[in-house]
């Protein structure tokens, strides 16, 4: 284990340690620097949304704590190519002034305020049979 300083102010645990592994003192670990201590589910969802989008936050679309619920809890796989599509979808929605839309791909629904760009919950292929989607005033098929 790496020498430990007397008098010296460590800023975290990550500093005291070193690389080592302090479950297995043998074995060294690559220190990423990448703690998020305190960050709920929901911000770092959205902060992956954000990196596989490419987007900037004020550009691409926003997913509600409620759609990120769902998003998890249906196992819906968000791609880049899959972000990518839902932001062409609601560039093109805003363009022919819709205010709240449902965009389809293969597998999934997506209800979505246009002038926020947010996606306010999602739906799987099962979970949209029978069902009737009511204050949408636009669809997009992707």
Do not use: C, W
């Amino acid at each position: 284990m790496a020498d430990i300083k007397v008098g010296t102010n460590y800023q975290n645990i990550n500093q005291l340690v070193g690389s080592r592994n302090v479950n297995n003192p043998g074995q060294v670990t690559q220190n990423t620097g990448v703690t998020k201590i305190g960050a709920d589910f929901g911000t770092l969802l959205q902060e992956q949304l954000d990196k596989n989008s490419g987007a900037d936050k004020r550009q691409g679309i926003q997913f509600s704590k409620h759609a990120q619920e769902r998003v998890l809890q249906r196992g819906i796989e968000l791609t880049p190519e899959l972000m990518d599509d839902l932001n062409s979808a609601v560039k093109k929605a805003d363009a022919k002034g819709a205010k709240d839309v449902v965009i389809f791909d293969s597998l999934n629904a997506f209800i979505v305020n246009v002038p926020n760009k947010t996606v306010v919950t999602t739906m799987s292929g099962n979970e949209m049979r029978d069902n009737v989607f009511t204050n949408i005033d636009g669809a997009v098929i992707l």
